[in-house]
């Protein structure tokens, strides 16, 4: 059935929660929106006036004006605009009822929880009988829509809570903590292989280069050659370490970096150092691609 599930009014600068309908439903796809509507409204900041999240039972639409937001959740088959009529509905009242000093002072949760009552009113009545109070707002709302149709978001974005088509005015990244899995012996090893490397390659790298500009310049490719395997071993050894996005991206580059350098260094390293440095490199790329982070998920009660 085509119907409103729950609807709540939130603060856009941080998302607090000001009031919302008690609706009691333990339906998994409904916790689940839940989740994901809580993700979202701590970063309306980004997103334009209007939004919608669509799922394959429910969907998330969202309203910004001024200092607060009204979002619902809703059947994914029923009407957008209906439901933008709704929100319209909500921000009337509430922009009635409270002014925005009081809003911009609310320092806990639910602090306007009287207005829940409101809330409640007006869902009942969209959910009853919806054309008799859209009449006044449907054509408007549509020829809105149709100029400047709502943001289309992705769920497993809400999810991750992270946006690349931020909104342009500060746009603030809110993103999961993450905490990476404790250090093995193994890795430990591979960090003290990887700072002696990097300490091999710089003291080779300066000794070089000050032969190179005191007689000639012929040797600057060599001095290259080993700066950037000094340079890489330190941010292997930041990748173990933290948490950085495109993690396997970069070791990639990373591994690629040293080997190709080590290659170009063969005449002034024999085999042996050669094989010793990638292999070196290859054991910190593995421990970085096999150390898994643990996110800590976001409090994701409403």
Same mark, same amino acid.
Request: with cysteine; proline share 4%; glycine share 6%.
């Given at each position: ?14 998302? /607090? ?13 409904? #916790? ?11 970063? $309306?900041?980004?997103?334009?006036? &209007?939004?919608?999240?669509? !799922?394959q039972n429910l969907s998330?639409?969202? /309203? ?23 929100? *319209?509905?909500? &921000? ?8 925005? !000093?009081?809003? +911009? @002072? ?20 969209? +959910? ?13 709302? *549509? *020829? ?12 497993? *974005? /809400?999810?991750? %809570?992270?946006? +690349? ?23 430990? $090893?591979?960090?003290?292989? +990887?700072?002696?490397? !990097?300490?091999?390659? $710089?003291? &080779? ?21 080993f700066l950037l395997p000094?340079?890489?071993? =330190?941010?292997?050894?930041? #990748? ?19 080997? @190709? ?18 292999? =070196? ?19 994701? %009660? =409403?």
């Amino acid at each position: 059935m085509s119907m409103i599930f729950f609807a709540c009014v939130v603060r856009v600068r941080d998302g /607090l929660p000001l009031s919302a309908s008690t609706d009691f439903h333990l339906n998994q796809d409904f #916790l689940e929106c839940r989740k994901r509507l809580k993700v979202l409204s701590s970063m $309306l900041a980004r997103y334009p006036s &209007r939004g919608t999240a669509r !799922g394959q039972n429910l969907s998330i639409h969202f /309203l910004s004006s001024g200092d607060i937001a009204c979002m619902a959740i809703c059947s994914s088959s029923y009407s957008t605009i209906m439901a933008f009529c709704f929100l *319209e509905e909500l &921000r009337w009242e509430f922009a009635a009822s409270y002014n925005t !000093g009081s809003i +911009n @002072s609310a320092s806990r949760p639910y602090a306007f929880i009287e207005f829940d009552n409101i809330i409640q009113k007006v869902k009942q009545h969209f +959910n009853i009988s919806p054309g008799l109070w859209a009449k006044g707002s449907w054509e408007r709302v *549509e *020829e809105e829509l149709q100029l400047q149709p709502p943001v289309q978001l992705e769920n497993t *974005e /809400l999810l991750n %809570g992270l946006s +690349n088509g931020g909104h342009a005015a500060g746009p603030v990244e809110v993103a999961p903590t993450y905490r990476m899995q404790p250090v093995t012996p193994l890795g430990i $090893l591979s960090l003290v292989l +990887n700072i002696m490397c !990097g300490a091999l390659n $710089l003291i &080779r790298g300066v000794h070089l280069a000050e032969y190179s500009f005191q007689e000639d310049h012929e040797g600057i490719g060599n001095v290259i050659a080993f700066l950037l395997p000094f340079l890489a071993c =330190v941010f292997q050894c930041y #990748l173990y370490l933290f948490y950085s996005s495109a993690r396997k991206v970069k070791t990639f580059v990373l591994l690629f970096c040293v080997c @190709s350098c080590n290659i170009y260094l063969y005449g002034l390293r024999n085999l042996w150092q050669i094989s010793f440095h990638i292999g =070196v490199a290859f054991l910190s790329s593995y421990q970085i691609l096999t150390r898994q982070l643990l996110e800590k998920q976001p409090d994701c %009660g =409403v």
